[in-house]
């Protein structure tokens, strides 16, 4: 017998992988966590029905998640992740051994916990000394921070439930609290095609704080319409523009200095939608 697993992405829209093995399945007071190994993607780590991270294509959110802001700053010291639970955003950010310290604050802890177990590829980087965890949630702990990190990421998931003040106007005048004067943040923000009404609301809602606030985007397969932007508030360096050489650009897999700035050039369909 076939078994297949179906996300419902949009009301008129899902997307369907083979199964191979289930591999865990719990029920935390904050979410359905279910660990998959597929056909196709290999394993997938999905919360509440929707895919958050397979092996397939993950590097590809992760390393533009964490190397365009990094690569923006000219000397990151402190930085904080919210959500990220699977690992894989600390995973990049600590290729940047210039960094002092990594703060990553997930509302879940048995998201780390599964992670650790079934997805060591995303979770290795949880012994490293500079990574400090807190089980706490990012809204809230993002309030009480004044001016301590140079870098802010945002890996959430989609934008219901307790991840949707992680998209509110409010949330993003607390990173820019957080930030020092030279501070960037950067968060995913979903899909152009069918996400439009988020991104120009995110849009705004940035660009009402921060100076310099831009949308980039990349290719990731397993999200909805696989088109996916980020959205990133600066307030000093353009991240278009001011770019560190990369020094480990041979050991990824996607990120490199072209695709850095390429990626900030929009379809003409996307660029209507921040007017
Ligand atoms: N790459 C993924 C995506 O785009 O779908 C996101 C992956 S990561 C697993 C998202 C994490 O954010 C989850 O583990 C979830 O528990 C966590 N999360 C959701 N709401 C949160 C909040 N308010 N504070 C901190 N973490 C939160």
């Keep these: 017998m076939e078994l297949w697993f179906t996300e419902l992405q949009k009301p008129g829209m899902k997307i369907s992988c083979k199964v191979l093995q289930t591999l865990h399945r719990e029920q935390t007071p904050f979410q359905e966590i279910v660990l998959l190994d597929t056909v196709q993607f290999g394993r997938m780590l999905v919360l509440d029905g929707a895919v958050q991270v397979t092996l397939l294509d993950e590097f590809v959110y992760h390393e533009m998640l964490a190397h365009v802001p990094l690569h923006a700053h000219p000397a990151p010291k402190d930085v904080l992740i919210i959500g990220g639970g699977d690992g894989g955003t600390a995973r990049e950010v600590l290729r940047h051994t210039e960094l002092e310290s ?7 802890r048995r998201v780390v916990d599964v992670c650790r177990r079934f997805l060591p590829e995303l979770s290795c980087s949880y012994d490293n000394p500079k990574l400090q965890v807190h089980f706490e949630d990012g809204v809230e702990y993002v309030k009480n921070k004044k001016a301590c990190y140079d870098v802010i990421l945002v890996d959430s998931p989609d934008p219901v439930g307790q991840a949707a003040r992680l998209f509110s106007a409010e949330f993003y005048r607390a990173i820019f609290e957080a930030l020092r004067p030279d501070g960037i943040f950067a968060a995913q923000t979903e899909s152009p095609f069918v996400d ?9 809602d940035a660009n009402r704080v921060f ?8 290719v990731v397969p397993t999200y909805p319409t696989a088109l996916w932007t980020f959205t990133v508030g600066s307030k000093r360096y ?10 480990f650009e041979d050991d990824l897999r ?3 200095a072209d695709l850095h700035q390429a990626s900030f050039k929009l ?6 939608l921040l007017r």
């Excluded at 990594?102 to 879940?108: F, G, N, Q, R």
């Excluded at 353009?238 to 020094?247: S, V």
């Design 102 to 108: 990594v703060t990553l604050v997930e509302i879940d």
């Design 211 to 218: 100076p310099i606030t831009k949308l980039y985007q990349a």
């Design 254 to 256: 996607y990120y490199n």
């Design 196 to 204: 439009a009404e988020l991104i120009g609301r995110v849009y705004r």
């Design 267 to 272: 379809p003409n369909f996307v660029k209507k």
């Design 238 to 247: 353009d991240p278009e523009t001011c770019l560190r050489k990369p020094l």
